[in-house]
């Protein structure tokens, strides 16, 4: 339990530190570019992990009920892999995942209410909006509790050019791999489920078969 808690806040002070700095210090869609495919590039995300977006305000409502509904289930499901001793692995992969369902729970349920700009949804117009200059944590706020948006940042274009014409459907276009901007929080959830695919037999026990008395 102890080691399951120092790896699930670890993560939350490393994402939160990170995303307070960021949101604190840039403007949105400023750039601090350390090298050519490692670029801090500040935007803010509604949607769901990677910067994908789904069905507005209410569809931002809804994904942050779910990941709190999620959270639930996930701290369930470590609760009891601690109580029958699995092995660390697995436990090492599920305390990823919900590090970084918390984290960006966190964003969505109280960033709106500590911060005095982020962006906001125009109903008429049915897009979220951008603001100016520099966030201020002052508790001003710009959004209800659970609208807040997640801060992402870290933005890693390992190649960029054209493709080669042979390549069907998108020969000759301009490709950037990894386009997504992400967080903290994301590459958590992402290592928790990678080491759940490759070492899913080594993570987790087996379930004991039921022994059925003649």
Known sequence: MKRSLFIILLVLIIDQALKVWIKTSFYLGEDLRITDWFIIHFTENPGMAFGLEWGGLWGKLGLSIFRLIAIIGITWWLRNLI??????????????????????????????????????????????????????????????????????????????????????????????????????????ITAGFVLMLLFQKRAFHKPEPRHIEP
């Open 83 to 188: 109580r029958h001793n699995n092995p660390f692995l697995g436990i090492l992969a599920v305390s990823l995942v919900l590090a970084g369902a918390l984290g960006n729970l966190l964003d969505s349920a109280f960033y709106g209410l500590l911060f005095d700009r982020g962006l906001t949804f125009d109903t008429e117009a049915h897009q979220w909006l951008g603001y100016t200059g520099v966030a201020q944590l002052n508790g001003e706020g710009y959004a209800a509790p659970m609208l807040g948006n997640v801060v992402d940042m870290l933005y890693f274009p390992l190649y960029n050019g054209y493709l080669p014409d042979w390549i069907p459907f998108w020969g000759g276009d301009y490709f950037v791999f990894f386009r997504p901007i992400f967080n903290i929080a994301d590459a958590s």
